[in-house]
């Protein structure tokens, strides 16, 4: 029996999305990082794999946003994978979304192709920090359950196309074990966003961007606030979870 779901609507009504009331829910994270990933690049991806996707918003978002001709999503709880299916159905994009139930490290045992972009927003703790929720779903959105963030790294790397991008959200704490494994791997970091709830305030989140080649050439952009003075979003927030994006261009 399904657990109670939520039907809920992103980027101002454009994707239609169902998701677990309890347990992993999409946050401001995942629109915040797939923006972050079309405005680093000026055409559209020809195909997009999403690492440990949930119910699959990020690739939804770029599908619908134009930024991504195919995507593939890569979830292993069941659940997740099933709703991200299910998500693609109702917005229209089965023959363009494919879901594949498999834990990061596995997804080139089930064919997955390269991405010219490989995006994750992985989770954020090993499971030794903090109290284990007794909801699995749930712990397994908060912590990494087996697999670690070198798993992603590894098999981002694995599942690139030449000349593709890597693009992952991880803690602004643990951004330095983060850019040493992506080296590691011979991805070199080129872009680097601290997102910061507000100002004044220490930076929660990091956005990176890495590629296979030349190492050097990082871009430490501006930080991102994501509220100014009261309750509601900064601008650029707020266009990016409203879905006011740059538009691609068609060539490529």
């Known amino acids: 029996m399904l657990p109670a779901l939520t039907h809920d609507a992103l980027l101002a009504n454009r994707v239609r999305y169902t998701q677990p009331t309890v347990g992993y ?3 401001v994270e995942a629109p915040l990082l ?6 680093g690049a000026s055409r559209p991806f020809a195909h997009v794999v999403d690492l440990g996707a949930g119910p699959g918003a990020i690739a939804l978002m770029l599908l619908v946003q134009g930024w991504a001709a195919r ?11 099933e709703l991200a299916a299910r998500n693609a159905r109702d917005n229209a994009l089965e023959g363009r979304l494919r879901v594949v139930s498999a834990v990061a490290g596995r997804a080139l045992e089930q064919a ?7 995006i994750t927003n992985p989770p954020y703790f090993e499971a030794s920090e903090g109290p284990v929720s007794p909801t699995p779903v749930r712990d ?19 599942l690139l196309a030449q000349r593709g991008r890597f693009v992952v959200a991880f803690p602004a704490a643990r951004v330095t074990e983060l850019l040493e494994l992506l ?9 680097l966003r601290f997102v910061h709830p507000r100002p004044g305030r220490e930076a929660q989140v990091a956005f990176v961007e890495a590629k296979p080649g030349r ?13 100014l003075g009261g309750e509601a979003y900064a601008a650029e927030v707020d266009d990016a979870l409203r879905g006011r994006w740059p538009a691609p261009s068609a060539r490529r």
């Open 140 to 158: 397994a959105a908060r912590a990494f359950l087996g697999s670690t963030i070198a798993d992603f790294v590894d098999a981002g790397r694995r």
């Open 34 to 39: 797939a923006h972050f990933a079309a405005t």
């Open 25 to 27: 829910r999409v946050a």
């Open 112 to 118: 997955v192709e390269p991405g010219d972009l490989v």
């Open 71 to 81: 995507a593939t999503a890569v979830e292993p709880a069941p659940l997740h994978a």
């Open 215 to 227: 190492r050097g050439g990082l871009v430490v952009e501006p930080p991102m606030h994501v509220r």
């Open 183 to 191: 080296v590691r791997v011979q991805l070199h970091p080129k872009r």
